[in-house]
């Protein structure tokens, strides 16, 4: 039944789930069954499989849910054959509670004190002859607490009123019709206008229910939780529910009066309030739903963004008065070296600041210069440029300066992985040694961070902090498989995120690693202690050996497939270590050719391909932008102007781009093509960098809004879609419409302001130019 169900849901044959359901039951992880049993489920990705482990578990709980109901309207002797069926087909949590509705224990309501005073026939004599005279007929039935005609009129008003609200028919069509036609107003609550400014497009605001995207539910709902706006749903007119309610019940209410008043005032008493907060709910749930999707894309593309490769990196985390914080790191991450210098205000120290940088790079021999972007961050990267001028000036090899995102490193360096991994380092040095290494490998950095801190989310804070969790977790451990791991070069903390691997034994992994040295085979594996044969299983596959004992032990090939590759390697005529690589051998075999009753033509077709390109790297190729030379902040922009920048979010309205002013401009979805696009992921990902033209500035709101289509001119608002530019710079990551708060959490720095820039800064090169190039030769760089 499950199955099946999940199966239409996906459009996929019932069989491939029912396949995926049992795997995952048996514990095999959603990585190992997508890559290693495409025969079982029919080749079933790692996104449709989450989506079945999901679903699976919805549908578990609406059947326990199910069974509860089931057994407490029996307990009370009203279990129907009709209701259980009702019951056993509703296929919604809402639909359930719907039906459960009229069974459940509640407190005693004043329908239920009317009928105990027996004016149940009096609803029903005046519902069966709507031309009756209701005063006429209450006097019938006046008794105690309902001494005269009005009282006994109000209690049987009630009691129909009561059944209006538990019918579980009625009470869904009313929902299902409230969505489809209502809309959600918005106003802004009086003396808030200046204080809720950032709110400021919703200060007057009207638009239907099915219209609004996720970004604007959860600016509106953020807006009225901090007091700013005043939420309304409008439901629209009266009279088609008030129609619908008489329909289902066959009142006369062209005949009555007062079946008339009593259907209004059911509909805006009881059916209009409990059908509201029921669509305030679905709202909520489509915007969470939207925003998890944003989130979870935006992060896979953070983690999957091209590394720098294993080269020496000098990490810099700019910063003014308190200076900036130095750490060089070698090939592998290992920290080498630190320093704190001060070249910005109000020190001003800059000479020796490029003295200092340049021993460091010359002493350690360093390739990269990763400049966190926070504040300070382009005086720093000056400051790094001209180090590395000066560095190939005197003949040695110019580091290569790139500003690197720095959302959640302060996070990163007070954890207590930090303190773990540096138990005598400054927390703030910390940060830079973060910064340095995120530029080599993005991913065996970043997974070392909460995925919220990583600052790629919209409204995250103001979502279902379980599903988000659950939802970010799935996406680095879809990243760090489909990557692989280095197993002899893995932080726990990577390994952890490894199929089949949990933090006791990627431990374990680390610790047996320091005690016996480098793995040069997979096998060793199954001596870590607490590696068993399940976890051997689902994790071997993705922890890589580069140059081990066995050269298939350095792909993506799983060691149960090893006797493929053999029948391979002897079909051809070749070993093992000359076919790998070899394309024009691999080239003409066919995958049926090597099948049998284990491994079928997927997951040799998957062999033949990991053969011809072993442990290949699926990430992009290393680039990084170009910052336009006199732009350090947003007075520097003007319209007309066009950029280069870096991706660094993609919201459901447009994406953000970091252009090196200190405050991310706001493409949105209507600048982004001359095509019309349904989501911004669709033309950019987080970490691309892009070609923009600045459409339009906003000094003192710090917008910047900017175009992907280079042709479009400033000024013209169907350009742009008049929604400007986001707040998302250096201090809180703003978002959403214009002034929609984005939720991705305070960034701990405050923004740029101040300090000499340019060619004219304290400490510009000219003067020391001679004597830094000869600390520099004698230093090692150039002949002297």
Not at 13 to 41: D, M, S
Not at 156 to 179: C, Q, S, T, W, Y
Not at 531 to 557: H, M, Y
Request: charged share 25%; hydrophobic share 40%; proline share 4%.
């Amino acid at each position: 039944m499950i199955a099946a169900t999940i199966a239409k849901e996906i459009s996929v044959p019932t069989h491939q789930v029912e396949q995926a359901l049992k795997l995952l039951a048996e514990g095999n992880t959603v990585p190992f069954i997508a890559r290693y049993r495409k025969e079982a489920t029919g080749g079933l990705d790692d996104s449709q499989l989450r989506t079945i482990e999901e679903r699976a578990g919805y549908l578990r709980e609406l059947a326990e849910r199910k069974e509860t109901v089931l057994a407490a309207i029996e307990e009370q002797g009203k279990l129907t054959a009709d209701l259980r069926a009702l019951i056993q087909g509703a296929e919604t949590k809402a639909r359930l509670e719907d039906l459960y509705l009229p069974f459940k224990k509640r407190r005693k309501t004043k329908a239920d004190i009317a009928r105990e005073a027996g004016l149940e026939a009096l609803t029903d004599q005046l519902i069966e002859q709507p031309g009756i005279d209701p005063e006429a007929a209450a006097q019938e039935f006046l008794t105690a607490g309902f001494e005269d005609t009005k009282k006994a009129l109000e209690g049987a008003r009630a009691i129909l009123i009561d059944r209006f609200a538990l019918d579980a028919d009625l009470v869904g069509k009313v929902r299902e019709r409230m969505f489809a036609e209502g809309t959600m107003t918005a106003q802004v609550v009086a003396g808030k206008e200046q204080e809720g400014s950032k709110f400021k497009d919703y200060f007057d605001f009207s638009e239907p229910f099915t219209k609004l995207p996720s970004h604007r539910i959860l600016a509106l709902l953020r807006g009225e939780s901090e007091g700013v706006l005043q939420l309304g749903l409008d439901a629209g007119e009266d009279a088609e529910y008030e129609h619908l309610i008489a329909q289902r019940f066959e009142l006369d209410t062209r005949a009555s009066a007062w079946l008339a008043q009593a259907v209004h005032w059911g509909w805006r008493t009881k059916l209009y309030i409990s059908s509201g907060l029921d669509v305030r709910m679905k709202l909520k749930e489509i915007a969470e739903e939207g925003a998890l999707q944003v989130f979870a894309t935006n992060l896979r593309d953070v983690l999957l963004a091209a590394p720098a490769g294993q080269r020496a990196t000098l990490g810099l985390d700019p910063g003014y008065r308190n200076g900036v914080k130095c750490a060089v790191v070698d090939d592998t991450g290992k920290v080498l070296d630190t320093a704190v210098v001060y070249p910005h205000q109000p020190q001003n120290r800059w000479k020796e600041a490029v003295t200092t940088l340049a021993n460091l790079c010359a002493t350690h021999g360093v390739e990269l210069m990763a400049v966190g972007n926070g504040t300070a961050s382009r005086e720093s990267e000056k400051l790094a440029q001209e180090v590395a001028a000066l560095i190939a000036q005197a003949g040695g090899a110019k580091p290569t300066t790139v500003v690197v995102s720095e959302s959640g490193a302060s996070v990163y360096s007070a954890s207590q992985l930090a303190a773990d991994e540096f138990p005598d380092m400054d927390v703030s040095l910390r940060g830079a040694v973060s910064i340095a290494r995120r530029l080599q490998d993005p991913l065996a950095e970043l997974v070392k961070i909460d995925p919220k801190a990583i600052g790629v989310g919209q409204y995250q804070h103001d979502v279902n902090q379980a599903a988000l969790a659950r939802t970010l977790d799935g996406v680095v451990e879809d990243a760090v498989n489909g990557v692989g791991v280095d197993l002899n070069t893995a932080s726990a903390p990577l390994l952890e995120r490894v199929a089949g691997v949990n933090a006791t034994i990627a431990a374990n992994i680390v610790a047996y690693r320091d005690d016996n040295g480098s793995f040069s085979s997979r096998k060793q594996l199954k001596k870590v202690p607490r590696l068993g044969p399940k976890a051997f299983e689902q994790s071997a596959g993705f922890l890589r050996i580069n140059g081990g004992k066995d050269p298939l032990d350095g792909s993506a090939v799983h060691p149960e497939a090893y006797p493929v590759v053999a029948k391979i390697a002897a079909a051809t005529g070749l070993g093992v270590a000359d076919l790998i690589g070899n394309g024009r051998a691999l080239e003409g075999l066919n995958p049926a050719d090597y099948t049998d009753e284990k491994f079928g033509v997927p997951t040799v077709a998957d062999i033949i391909a990991e053969l011809e390109k072993p442990g290949r790297d699926p990430r992009p190729e290393f680039k990084t932008a170009s910052f336009t030379e006199g732009v350090e902040k947003v007075s520097d922009l003007t319209p007309g102007m066009v950029v280069e920048g870096t991706v660094t979010n993609v919201a459901a309205f447009g994406a953000f781009v970091d252009v090196g002013v200190h405050q991310d401009g706001l493409v949105h979805v209507s600048a982004m093509s001359h095509k019309f696009v349904s989501d911004p992921h669709e033309v950019v990902r987080s970490g691309q960098v892009v070609k923009v033209k600045v459409m339009e500035v906003d000094v003192e709101r710090k917008r910047i809004g900017l175009s992907l289509r280079l042709d479009d001119e400033p000024g013209k608002p169907d350009k742009t879609g008049g929604r400007g530019g986001g707040n998302r710079g250096g201090g809180n990551r703003g978002g959403g419409r214009p002034g929609g708060n984005q939720g991705s959490g305070n960034r701990g720095k405050k923004p740029a302001g101040g300090g000499q820039r340019g060619g004219k800064s304290p400490g510009s090169a000219g003067p020391a130019a001679g004597s830094l190039a000869d600390a520099l030769r004698n230093a090692g760089f150039g002949r002297g």
